[in-house]
């Protein structure tokens, strides 16, 4: 067997795993989007439509600020934990990195146990102020939710991209007499930059996509995910759910792609 017929031969999986299950899919769900009555216009209604483009901002806004703040406290915590060795490390770590097992069902279950209107916060203010504290079903419930669900995969990479940092890179900056901000500002979060980019697109297009934790919590505020399944299985509006599909998998792809223009092939899909 020739070279080239055995690489054709190893190529076939893969090839028949992705026409089956990206190819064939997309295909469908581009031709079902433009089988309503506005034909492709379909796909223009998530920014002519009032509502759509309403609940499409609301995505980007809570994807944006979920985005932001994990990055903030994952790096924080994932620079720390690779930097010093303590009592409990381990354990400390294995209770961040918890809810990688959990659905994001599952996730907003505990936040409702936590500020819904039988939750532990609610309790306290009661308690305190004589007014209950309710907020799991608002957008700042969702954003919680989202916060929870993103803060482990983060630090993972975190750690992973600290850990292959020269140390002597930032002892020969303290010897230069920088202080501890200036070695973070100038050394260790742009030799890091690759890995929070990479990072900060995952978790964007996570919060983008997520559709338990949104199922759970929103109530109170339309996301995409929501929207598209309301659509779907309420509505019976096949053309519309299936374009605002397309809308979501194209933004959030464009992230990626861009994120994927700095990092180089860095950014991989993860869960």
Partial sequence: MSHKSFVWICLLPLAAVTAA?????????????????????????????????????????????????????????????????FPGRAVL???????????????????????????????????????????????YGLFLGYLYFSIPRVILTIMAAAQKLDPGLADAARSLGAGPFAVLRDVILPARAPALVASGAIAFATAMGAFGTAFTLATNIDVLPMLIYTEFTLAGNLATSAALSVGLGVMTWLILALARSFTGNSVAAAG
């Fill in 93 to 139: 770590v294995a209770i961040l990195t918890f809810p990688l097992a959990f659905p994001g069902v599952v996730i907003g279950f505990m936040i409702i146990l936590l500020a819904g209107r039988q939750g532990l916060i609610g309790d306290v203010s009661a308690r305190l102020t004589g007014a209950k504290l309710v907020f799991a079903y608002s957008i």
């Fill in 21 to 85: 299950f990206f190819l064939l899919p997309m295909a469908r769900l581009l031709v079902t989007g433009a089988e309503g009555p506005r034909g492709l216009a379909e796909y223009l209604a998530i920014l002519v439509e009032p509502r759509y483009r309403a609940t499409l901002l609301n995505t980007v806004l809570l994807a944006a600020a979920t985005t932001v703040a994990t990055l903030i406290i994952a790096t924080i915590a994932g620079l720390f934990l690779q930097r010093h060795r």
